[in-house]
């Protein structure tokens, strides 16, 4: 009897209690009141010689004591990475002092002080993708096949054109191809703005940077002139840089605007030879009729204007920094600062 004792100590010790289930079937194994093995033991205690039972029910008592420790001890492990997973939060402890406060990045609030200005003329925001197919960003805004601008030295190729004509899939040069996607999608009259990123191949420098932003204006509607456009720009330029703004118009070329124009502030500065100089800050002009035909909008009917500013130029004039880098370096030392 006594060594149905030992061979059932040695596979108690062996068995592995990996799960809940497997600990159950322990307990029913073992200290089951049934069929346990170790329950079964004792009920034979009967069997055993007089003499011999005593140190029987000891060996069998000291086996249950080891199957009751066994199946505790794995119970506690299977219970200990529960515990572990619970977040460790400690609601007395004392706080760590207010997080330091973000700030609005510069770009970013030029952007919609220059959204915000418009807005009041009455014109609502439109968005484009950044990623634009070549008809977008060119062939519908007139530029014609072999234009520079459509060159990769120009022009980030997400897919580069290809030999059969097909002409690829870009990186916006401008936010112009916003114009064509609104006039696409609605009738005139329109009257949006699309701010934005766009992306041009140029060499990075204190003035120009590979990506910076735009915020392009549409007007189509009937009778629209180029005085309209002169009015708007002026409004908008005594808003955004001060009532006593001087601004001209230079006759300028776009592909996609008959007449263009660009504009210039004079930018007042007291170190400068002359007391300040001009600085051009937009591209304008009157939709040009193959843009509206490409849209299916009857140019016999509506005519329009467009410009397109840049906001970088905006925000270093305003903020008097003098390197477009810092805009995109995202250094906290500059960033808080606004
Ligand atoms: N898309 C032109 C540029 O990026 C700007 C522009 C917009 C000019 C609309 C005329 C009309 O330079």
Redesign the pocket.
Known sequence: MLENVEALRREIEAEEIGSEAAAEEFRVKYLGRKQGQITDLFKQISNVALEDRKAFGQEVNALKTLAEERLEAAEAALRAPAQQERPAIDLTLPGRGAATAGSVHPITQTLEEITRIFERFGFSVAEGPEIEDDWHNFTALNFPPDHPARDMQDTFFIEPPKEDGLRGIVLRT???PVQIRVMQQTEPPIRVIAPGRVYRNEAISYKSFCLFH?V?GLYVDEGVTFADLKQVLHLFAQAFFGEEVRMRFRPSF?P??EP?AEVDIWWHNPDHPDGGQWLEIL???MVDPHVLEAVDIDPERYTGY???MGVERPALLRYGIDDIRVFYENDVRFLEQF
């Open positions: 401008h936010t112009s735009q392009e776009f996609f605007t263009s591209g304008c002009g467009a410009f397109g």
